[in-house]
């Protein structure tokens, strides 16, 4: 399997709680993206990488997250000290340069109880 | 401000039919992208099709074009033939290409489309 993938697929989560998720991009693409998507919303930009740097954070984006990207190859996103709020499917993008399509993982859905 | 609208919620449509999905887009950039996506129940988001700003022609990829309508900013989804298979939240997203935000997508709310046998 050669495309984006999430892991995990599906958290559930005590409120208060550490989550990380992981995303593998499609190696050779260089641009990552997280998105974080509501029930019956579409997805909202959250954090972009280029290689290794990452280069903007949405205001979304509050101080319990955080994304990383070690190497320029896989990234993790973190959020401390889980809330109601932050239940959502999150969704990893890769793509090889702007003026391409993003392609997307199937996203890991994060319940927090 | 909303960059991108999806005035349509849900859709029923016959198997074999087609069905156009609404989209209008709002941006003072004179390049952009619009891209259409496919979420089924599994989740992922599926790259069905691209628009740029400056293509004279309309996009079309197998059964899905896209209506591109540059000064009512409108870019409409049409699936032909439609399949089981299609029953799925599709969004239509939109990308500035003019400045610095050139890797942003920004996506509507989608609509539901049920397709009946």
């Known amino acids: 399997d050669t495309g984006v993938s999430q892991d995990p697929r599906h958290k559930i989560t005590k409120r208060g709680q550490n989550v990380t998720f992981r995303c593998d991009p499609i190696?050779?693409?260089?641009?990552l993206y997280w998105y974080r998507q509501t029930l019956g919303q579409g997805p909202e930009f959250l954090t972009y990488?280029?290689?290794?740097?990452?280069?903007?954070k949405s205001r979304l984006l509050s101080d319990r997250f955080s994304a990383e990207r070690p190497k320029g190859s896989f990234s993790t996103l973190e959020i401390q000290r889980t809330e109601q709020g932050d239940s959502a499917m999150y969704l990893c993008?890769?793509?090889?340069?702007?003026?391409?399509?993003?392609?997307f993982g199937q996203g890991t859905r994060l319940t927090v109880v | 401000a909303q960059k991108i609208t999806q005035t349509q919620p849900g859709m029923f449509v016959q198997e074999k039919e087609a069905v156009t999905l609404d989209c209008t887009y709002d941006?003072?950039?004179?390049?952009?992208?619009l891209f259409w996506y496919k979420q089924p129940s599994s989740g992922e988001m599926i790259f069905l099709i691209y628009?740029?700003?400056?293509?004279?022609q309309n996009a079309t990829e197998g059964r899905y074009s896209l209506n591109f309508q540059k000064a009512r900013k409108s870019a409409n989804l049409v699936i032909s033939a439609s399949q089981l298979g299609d029953s799925a939240m599709y969004f239509c997203?939109?990308?500035?290409?003019?400045?610095?935000?050139?890797?942003?997508?920004?996506f509507g709310a989608g609509t539901t489309v049920t397709v009946r046998a």
């Open positions: 993008a890769s793509s090889l340069a702007s003026l391409t399509e993003a392609f």
């Open positions: 190696s050779e693409h260089n641009r």
């Open positions: 990488f280029q290689n290794e740097a990452q280069l903007e």
């Open positions: 941006t003072s950039d004179p390049s952009y992208g």
């Open positions: 628009q740029g700003s400056y293509d004279q």
């Open positions: 997203a939109m990308r500035e290409e003019g400045g610095s935000n050139d890797y942003k997508l920004s």
